[in-house]
Every structure is written in structure tokens, then in C-alpha cells.
């Protein structure tokens, strides 16, 4: 099959094309095992239309899995200022894009879809906001922000608890606020104490003279 290449003129078949050959690559070889380059030749056409219709590799794996994963979870602006405002720029954009996003809830009562998104989570989320950080205990940190705002998503949006969904987006963040700020914040050193209350040991006796 021909590759179809540059700007597509008149060919509305060929946004289907990715996206089918997306899924497949994407079920069978997860996220990060997908290349833009395997998606084009799966579909027979050049790389370049990926970008085209969908922006980025990001961009259609959140139109694949119907659930809008990589819009929602738009890091780039959230990445892009302190250190200290992280957690509310992520709750921001956690709650605003999925509040304004008509996805297809179907998605969560499909297994292979779910699989690649929560490894879309773990792998491309939590790596991006571990490397943001920076330091020994980024992957720890990135961590636990990831498991807060994976519980946010699976709650409130792809299996709603009645008491979350109908709370509002500034509720929500007010009341997720503090336990990811805790989450994202460095962890202290440990460092070895003697135990509270109890006397060091005592050192041997010298030996006596002869």
C-alpha cells in the first residue's frame, strides 16, 4: 500500500487508519513498546499525518483509549512553573480538562484498554514528574502523587463514587490539596538515633594491671 504523504487532501479514511492501527500496537506492545514510526507503517502512511491529526504520540493514544488519558493528564503546563505550586497545577488540570471532556466511560469495562492506561500512568506520568523533580527519592515522590491522581481519575470519572462526582472541581482540589502537597514533598534524610530513653552502652573496663 502506498504511503500517503503530507497534508491529506480530501481523505477522510485516514485518521480511521491510525487510530485501528494504533490500538492494535498499543494493546499488543503497551505504550512505550509503540513508535509513531510502527504506527504510520501499521497504517501505511507517513509519520508525518500522525502529527497532523493527533499532535504527538500522546495525543492519539488518548483518542485510542477513549478516555481522553493524555489530555487530561496534559503535563506540559503543569511541569512548567515551581516547584512549590506542582500539586495545584496538577489538580487544576486533572479536574478541568476531564470535567470539560465528553469521554466514553465504555473504556473502563475494557481490560486491554485499561491495561495500557495504567501503564500509561506508571510509565509516561510518573517518569515525566519524577524527572521534573529531581533527586534520590523523585521516583518515591512521583509515586505517590501518580497513585493520588490515578484514585481522582478512577473515582470521580471512569467509576464514579456518587459522594465524588458530585462534588465540584474547586471542592475536589480543596480537599485533595494537602494530601498531594504531602505526597510531593521531599522526603527528610534518615539518620541513625539512638534510641529514646536509653543509655549508650557502656564501654568495657580497662584491663587491670599486672
Known sequence: MNKLRGRPRGNPPTKDLITEAARGLFLRHGYRGTTVRAIAAEAGVDSALISYHFGSKQ??????????CARSLALGPALAGDPEGLPDRLLRAVTDLWDDTGFNRLAVQNEDVMRVFREYLDQEVLARIAEYLGGPDATDRATAAVTVIGGLIFTRYLNPLPTLARLTSADVRRILAPTLHAALRPRPRSRSHPHHGLRPAARPAPAGRG
Open 59 to 68: 495525543g492519539l493514544f488518548g483518542v485510542v483509549t477513549q478516555v481522553q
